[in-house]
């Protein structure tokens, strides 16, 4: 348990799987970790945790599980969604309010889930959030230098889409045949500049610019300032037209750009769930700091479901701890803000398969969503 050292003012927000089936459906908080040890989605059991380090919560996250599209005959399924916010939360509170009700619209007019239609939902959702910086533009221009990380999964008809712009991660563990031993088997692509064939890709979108990737205090940055190379929001970096007072110094470049320098583009893969698969860990890049896929994927395999996502939290802050050469016990004591010299904003949702229900077609039941830590609002008094 993660000790009370700064009130927060979290506020869950969760419809649906109720008491029935035992347990808090909204959710706990212990301090600055907010959890729910175990759930129910269409397709099985689901874990969730959630421990904040920055100032403001900057992770948000949601799991829906029911319909998803608009329409009341569309597929069931379960919705996944990890969204790691940087420069502050405005754009990971938009995707997490915005994504998926843009995803059952586009699935409602195109009469089911497909890769094109979460192409759509997150275009939609990076549009609308560019048209939101501009029109707070006056009033509000340092949401130009807000963005956000998103990692999405959808578990519909026996298939697992999965698309992400950024650096969060998403891990099957998949039972070996012929063995228990359970494999760690990374499905997402990631974009970030410390990856070699990242900045390869960003030097052949940008052939003309010889500083598009600079390696500054040792980590690779897009034009020496971000870490990522696709996000939702950062729109100083897709628009010229935000690259000038009065957005803050530090975030404006000294030559003007003509095509953004960022992209939205998600990458999208389709893996067909079989009865091997054992479950999923969605999480932003603060665990995987820490911990590696094997690592997370044997915690999750050797202990029970109920807390697992908590269990994996606690796993990467004695990682921080050590790393720091300080006991967890006092990492713990350590407030937000100052936290975050230690670790990141970690967000953990672990999704269990249950091969019976993929089976069949999943039942009409009341909808499910949940929201990871809820809306979190600056810290009252220590």
């Known amino acids: 348990m993660l000790e009370k050292m700064v009130k927060s003012c979290w506020k869950p927000s969760v419809v649906g799987d109720g008491s029935r089936r035992g347990g808090d459906a909204s959710g706990s908080v212990d ?13 099985g059991e689901f874990s969730m945790a959630v421990i904040q380090a920055n100032s403001l919560l900057e992770d948000q996250s949601q799991l829906e599980s029911g319909p998803l599209s608009s329409a009341g005959s569309g597929p069931q399924g379960t919705f996944v969604g990890v969204y790691d916010g940087h420069g502050g939360t405005e754009a990971s509170r938009f995707v997490n309010d915005n994504l998926f009700r843009n995803l059952k619209r586009y699935a409602s007019v195109h009469q089911g889930i497909s890769e094109n239609v979460i192409r759509k939902a997150f275009s939609a ?3 609308d959030f560019l048209s939101l910086v501009k029109n707070l533009w006056l009033s509000k221009p340092q949401i130009a230098s807000a963005g956000s990380c998103c990692l999405v999964g959808i578990i519909c008809n026996g298939l697992l889409y999965v698309a992400n712009v950024g650096d969060s991660r998403v891990v099957l563990g998949q039972t070996e045949r012929g063995s228990r031993e359970v494999t760690a088997i990374q499905l997402s692509a990631e974009h970030n500049a410390s990856i070699k064939s990242v900045r390869e ?4 979108m940008h052939p003309h610019d ?36 009065p957005l803050l110094p530090r975030f404006r470049l000294p030559e003007p750009f003509f095509k953004p320098i960022l992209s939205s583009e998600p990458s999208i893969s389709v893996h067909k769930l079989r009865p091997e698969d054992q479950f999923l860990i969605f999480a932003s890049d603060g665990l995987w700091e820490h911990l590696s896929n094997q690592e997370a994927v044997n915690i ?3 202990y029970p479901r109920n807390g697992i996502a908590r ?19 006092d990492l713990k004591k350590i407030e937000t803000g100052v936290r975050r010299h230690f670790h990141d904003d970690i967000t953990v949702v672990v999704v269990f398969i249950d091969p019976t229900s993929m089976a069949r077609s999943p039942r009409h039941s009341s909808p499910l969503s949940i929201r990871g830590g809820g809306v979190v609002l600056a810290p009252t008094n220590f």
């Open 31 to 43: 301090g600055l970790l907010w959890y729910k040890d175990l759930g129910h989605h269409v397709h």
């Open 125 to 127: 959702t990076e549009e």
């Open 201 to 204: 890709e960003l030097h052949s």
């Open 210 to 245: 010889p500083q598009i990737v600079v390696l500054k205090h040792k980590v690779w940055r897009v034009k020496g300032l971000i870490q990522v190379s696709r996000s939702i929001g950062d729109a100083y970096l897709k628009k010229a037209e935000f690259n000038r007072e």
């Open 300 to 302: 999750v395999s050797n």
């Open 311 to 329: 269990m994996l939290v606690k796993a990467a802050l004695q990682e921080a701890a050590k790393k720091r050469e300080m006991r967890y016990a």
